[in-house]
């Protein structure tokens, strides 16, 4: 039941029914819905009885006809208890949902979802975007299934999997020498020469948004409409936790929500960690690292254009921020599958490495219900794990 957009900055109410960007202050805009009219129309028990996926929220999501949804079965992912990783890091009740096991295996499946879906219903005929990987390779694969165009810009260090993705998918991909800015600056250009493109870059169209914030609405259904008292998330653009604490939001205003809400972390690489800086420094917006750089590729973003939205969100919510080193998430990496079987990618390692610091430190006390978003699968980054000492032994005669 979308209402209108509203800006980021200013309040400012805009079309939802035409294609958009960015408002006037160039700021994201934020989908809105006549949250009165779903209270009535909807109950959480009604939701329990429909299909387990994303689009089990539809009142709450912005594609106004049904037949216009572009799926692949996103959504309703596991929320898997973690005992003896959370003996080990002294949180019992630690918690994962696993984005690795939806379409591109990805968390921006969910995104792309609704997005190229509001963008087909809008008429767009092609989609653009930059990306650090696994994004591009979700749109890419949802404009395929919509039957609209796809144009991928990525640095040329991104993982060699989701470029492959974009290529089977019928994308048109280009390498970019550079990081996601110098990708986006492309994008941007090539935009300008084509007719009916949308550039869907990060927070730069209002809907990738509202895909993400089905996991807000996926994890406080999966507890039997609670919230968790903390909620971990990997950090780039920061879409995602920018998602959650609307959902959030949302089911309080709705009445579906009661009590405190779940504190909000971001995470990031010590490498790349903009948001952690200018959460310690008590800034509202971050400032780009001179060298961004780490293995968790997919929180490479120096400076995201929602960073204010995402230090709105961890503040407000009695959260923090927290840089965790390469070689930590590595090793948080290589604990969790020996301990649970799960191989994560290195972006939500870095979640389970942030766990052990913010125990170790006291932030965590051991008697919080904690949830970490792992929000792709470890098979996207198959460099993460080396095989060279594995013995070659003779066959059997």
């Keep these: 039941m979308l209402s209108h957009l509203e800006c980021s900055r200013d309040g400012s109410r805009h079309d939802a029914d035409v294609v958009q960007g960015t408002s006037p202050l160039g700021a994201p805009l934020l989908a809105r819905y006549d949250l009165e009219r779903v209270a009535a129309a909807v109950e959480p028990a009604e939701i329990a009885g429909r299909a387990p996926d994303l689009w089990r929220y539809h009142e709450l999501l912005p594609v106004r006809d049904p037949a216009r949804v572009v799926t692949l079965g996103e959504g309703m992912t596991p929320l898997l208890d973690l005992p003896r990783h959370g003996a080990r890091l002294g949180v019992p009740t630690l918690r994962m949902k696993d984005e690795g096991l939806v379409p591109t295996g990805s968390f921006k499946a969910r995104g792309a979802a609704v997005g190229v879906s509001r963008a087909a219903e809008l008429g767009v005929a092609g989609i653009a975007m930059p990306t650090n990987g696994n994004a591009g390779a ?21 993982p060699v999997i989701t470029r492959r993705e974009c290529v089977a998918t019928g994308a048109e991909l280009s390498l970019v020498d550079g990081l996601i800015g110098d990708a986006g600056a492309l994008i941007k250009a090539a935009v300008a020469e084509r007719d009916g493109y949308q550039d869907t870059s990060t927070l730069r ?24 008292d903390v909620i971990l998330y990997p950090t780039g653009g920061g879409v995602g936790i920018i998602a959650i604490h609307k959902a959030l939001l949302e089911m309080r205003e709705l009445g579906w929500l009661r009590g405190d809400l779940p504190r909000l ?36 973003v120096p400076k995201a254009l929602g960073d204010f939205l995402v230090l709105d969100a961890v503040r407000s919510t009695g959260g923090t921020a927290v840089a965790v080193t390469d070689d930590e998430l590595l090793a948080a990496q290589a604990a969790l599958a020996r301990d649970e079987g799960t191989w994560v990618c ?19 006390t051991g008697d919080e219900d904690v949830v ?9 980054y198959p460099d993460t794990v080396s095989i060279d000492d594995v013995p070659v032994l003779p066959a059997p005669r």
């Design 265 to 300: 972390v971001a995470v990031q690489a010590s490498g790349c960690a903009p948001i952690v800086d200018a959460f310690v420094a008590g800034a509202d917006e971050s400032v780009a690292p001179p060298d961004p750089h780490t293995v968790a590729f997919g929180i490479t």
């Design 346 to 364: 290195p972006e939500g390692a870095a979640c389970f490495a942030a766990v052990e610091q913010l125990r170790e430190s006291g932030w965590l």
């Design 138 to 158: 979700a749109w890419a694969a949802y404009a395929a299934r919509a039957g609209i165009r796809a144009l991928i810009a990525m640095p040329v260090d991104a």
């Design 372 to 380: 970490v978003l792992n929000t792709g699968s470890g098979l996207l």
């Design 205 to 228: 169209e209002p809907y990738r948004i509202e895909g993400k914030k089905t996991m807000g609405y996926e994890i406080v259904e999966q507890l039997g409409w609670r919230a968790p």
